[in-house]
């Protein structure tokens, strides 16, 4: 069983070297070494951003912005647009208005514009049997129109004369398929287009093959098909102080350069901290178990919610149940 010390003891046994007891150190503030930018402040040896709007209460039509109430505009975030072009719309007071437009008389509103209206020149126009109003007049019916005739004889003024009839005449064939003899026939049938390349895609267009390059974007090249990082594969190895981009060693800009704040972490290329996330980038260092809501850019707990049956245990990074 070990001994604790008191004070009066430890001086005795300071002069008369009396063994078995322990000396207990008192308990240090991990903060205080610990110096903090403006707006941060030390949380268990963290530094962490303060809430400037935590305490701070705006009237109507205004909102906290870095602790300061601003006045804000009823109309932000507002959509009025109703898809009709012959309306004006607007926002009033956080209020839509869609005000019709008015035209001069003898014009109407077609697209947004005010145009005279089109006038049908048969509108009044009345013919008889065998002719038709066309631009205003009546005019003589296609005298073919009611005639029928048999298989190798077609209408002509009227009457039914032999033709020489071609077995495609009436066959509509849809893209990459021709007529042969009355029949649709594939293009590309029989055709085989593989280059043995896995970095083109290859295709039969109209009976023609098509072998189209893999195109991979700044810093990627094409391996089996796939596009890949250019330093994943490359044949080199970078100096401690270099890193590889598109392919080639770069100055690790890292190396000495800025110490960045939590939710931040330095590019090595641009030398710049780079925000982990959308909440970095707004301002808020999301600690576990909470997690960054990249779509609403907030911190949240997934597992507020979760109850899970012994012995599985909530994973803070998925809200689901598992076993530890």
């Keep these: 069983m070990k001994r604790v010390c008191s004070v009066v003891i430890l ?54 912005v870095k602790g300061e109430c601003v006045e804000t505009d009823p109309c932000d975030g507002i959509e009025c647009g109703d898809d009709d072009a012959c309306t004006e719309d607007s926002c009033v007071d956080g209020e839509c208005v869609n005000k019709e437009l008015i035209c001069e008389d003898g014009f109407e509103c077609v697209n947004g514009e005010c145009v005279e209206p089109v006038v049908d020149p048969c509108d009044d126009v009345v013919c008889t049997d065998g002719f038709a109003c066309v631009e205003g007049k009546c ?59 896995d970095c083109t895609k290859d295709s039969c267009v109209d009976g023609e093959c098509v072998n ?48 960045c704040n939590p939710g931040f972490t330095c590019n090595e290329v641009s030398g710049e901290c780079d925000a982990d996330d959308a909440c970095a980038a707004a301002g808020f260092d999301c600690v576990a178990p909470e997690i960054c809501d990249e779509v609403a850019v907030e911190c949240v707990n997934l597992c507020d919610d979760v109850t899970c049956a012994a012995p599985e245990v909530c994973d803070f990074l998925t809200g689901d149940c598992v076993i530890p």
């Design 212 to 259: 189209e390059e893999l195109v991979c974007s700044d810093g990627y090249e094409c391996v089996s098909g796939e596009c890949v990082d250019i330093c994943d594969n490359a044949p080199f190895t970078c100096d401690l102080d270099h890193v590889c981009f598109e392919g080639e060693c770069v100055a690790n800009l890292c190396i000495g350069g800025p110490i």
């Design 139 to 197: 005019v003589a019916l296609d005298p073919c129109v009611d005639v029928v005739c048999t298989n190798g004889f077609a209408c002509v003024d009227g009457e039914c004369v032999e033709v020489l009839v071609n077995p495609c005449d009436d066959v509509v064939c849809t893209n990459g398929f021709v007529c042969s003899n009355g029949v649709c026939v594939d293009l590309c049938d029989g055709i085989d287009c593989d280059d043995l390349d």
């Design 11 to 64: 001086s005795i046994v300071t002069l008369v070297g009396f063994a078995g007891c322990d000396i207990l150190n008192p308990p240090t503030n991990p903060c205080d070494n610990v110096t903090c930018e403006t707006g941060f402040e030390c949380v268990e040896g963290e530094c962490v951003a303060l809430d400037l709007c935590e305490d701070v209460v705006c009237t109507n039509g205004f909102a906290c």
